[in-house]
């Protein structure tokens, strides 16, 4: 017999609420920052701050979009508000050079630890002429031709329902995107415990691996 959510299809899956990461019970996190280019002390840093989502069903929209608000790390204030709308779309984000050029992954030099703070100005002199991927977007990257300048940058990107079976009825929020560092696939979908899932799959551009993380919600 199918499951009801299933054949109800996205309209049964409820994201409804404001969720909370569990770090605890999360798992790749800061592996996958790394993997995207981070030094180890930020990406652990960043994988165990605070990240605070609201979901809401898209008022007149099509069933299964929603509006996503995601939080500052007061868990007040929001920070962006973003409509998945189904099929292809675009997302626009401003991109501004912090403290130089971070290499990508695939260019670090092997016989030094490009994920250590202390050596990664030595990776960027290495990789200078081939790294132009930088910027405030932990997932995306971003590019600026001079310090301080802010550019504004799009990632095309698709999102569609699918099949999952690990998720309580059987469908998952899929968002695909390509950007500047590489190609991204983020699952959400609802467990049997009541949390929600956010599975990422990263893998940078030119190369094979991916870089998988699962991060916990709880609904508050």
Not at 13 to 18: A, C, N, S
Not at 44 to 63: F, K, L, M
Not at 89 to 114: I, M, N
Request: contains cysteine; aromatic residues 8%; hydrophobic residues 30%.
């Amino acid at each position: 017999m199918a499951d009801p959510a299933t054949a109800a299809g996205p309209a049964a899956v409820d994201f409804e609420g404001t969720w909370h990461r569990n770090a605890g019970r999360s798992a790749g996190v800061a592996e996958a920052l790394v993997a995207r280019g981070h030094p180890r002390e930020v990406a652990d840093e960043r994988s165990a701050a605070p990240y605070i989502q609201r979901w809401e069903r898209t008022e007149g929209g099509d069933v299964g979009v929603w509006t996503v608000t995601t939080f500052k790390t007061d868990g007040v204030t929001p920070r962006r508000t973003l409509v998945y709308p189904l099929g292809d779309w675009e997302e626009e984000y401003e991109a501004l050079k912090t403290s130089g050029c971070r290499p990508l992954r695939s260019l670090w030099p092997e016989h030094l630890d490009c994920t250590s703070s202390a050596l990664l100005r030595t990776c960027e002199e290495l990789t200078s002429e081939r790294c132009q991927y930088q910027g405030a977007s932990t997932l995306f990257g971003g590019a600026t031709t001079s310090p301080g300048e802010p550019q504004r940058q799009t990632v095309p990107r698709h999102t569609s329902w699918e099949s999952e079976p690990q998720a309580v009825g059987g469908l998952a929020h899929v968002t695909t995107s390509a950007t500047l560092l590489g190609h991204e696939e983020s699952r959400r979908f609802l467990a049997d415990d009541g949390s929600m899932v956010l599975r990422r799959m990263y893998r940078e551009t030119g190369s094979e691996e991916a870089a998988v993380s699962d991060e916990v919600f709880e609904r508050q």
